[in-house]
């Protein structure tokens, strides 16, 4: 048996992406107050977002209901990334594996022609085996060949480049199918996940 954890469809993706398109991205890379101040709940309440911790990376519930969290290196300031959890599916028993990678498979182009309605065409898409696999736009989008070959992460990504307005993100969607997948003894998942990543700027190791 299958299960799908998130309660997520990909008209949620993109209903996330558009409530993600217009916000002032400098603000959002400056990062949250600590929690529990005026300040912070101002500045949750600016889109609308529900905090759901005071530790660590900040969570937020959307307006729309999805999760939203803010990549500081578990402090809160300045923000590095945003993660989104679009899609995960989990097999009760290896002998579900077959149909984890079936299922993916199919949920993929969905979930895709979802962000790209938002979005608009990828600068590039494709799985992990594809011949013309692009370098890493960010140095923490994913890992290099030789990773990629070996451990097929990610399995299959899409990423639009940063956008002409001062600190518009690279956005990636990539899916991810864990190696327990590829066993006949271990129960296996897969996720699609979004993520926007801070410019890296030239001179400090980012761009």
């Not at 990423?159 to 956005?171: C, E, I, K, T």
């Amino acid at each position: 048996m299958l299960t799908e954890t998130t309660g997520r469809t990909p008209r949620d993706l993109a209903t996330e992406l558009a409530g993600l398109r217009d916000v002032d991205w400098p603000w959002v890379w400056t990062g949250p107050p600590q929690g529990g101040s005026p300040e912070f709940r101002e500045w949750c309440a600016r889109y609308g977002w529900e905090p759901r911790n005071v530790e660590g990376n900040l969570d937020v519930r959307t307006r729309s209901g999805g999760e939203l969290t803010f990549g500081a290196g578990g402090f809160w300031n300045p923000v590095d990334r945003v993660g989104l959890l679009a899609w995960h599916l989990d097999a009760d028993a290896a002998g579900d594996n077959p149909q984890v990678v079936a299922t993916a498979a199919e949920a993929w182009p969905v979930y895709l022609g979802a962000a790209e309605s938002v979005l608009g065409t990828p600068t590039w898409t494709g799985p992990w085996d594809s011949s013309d696999f692009p370098d890493a736009p960010h140095e923490s989008a994913w890992g290099g060949r030789d990773f990629r070959l070996q451990t097929r992460s990610p399995y299959r990504v899409a990423y639009w480049a940063s956008g002409g307005r001062p600190g518009q993100p690279l956005v990636v969607l990539d899916q991810s199918v864990s190696f327990p997948t590829w066993t006949e003894d271990t129960a296996g998942s897969s996720m699609i996940s979004l993520t926007a990543y801070k410019p890296q700027v030239a001179g400090d190791g980012r761009r």
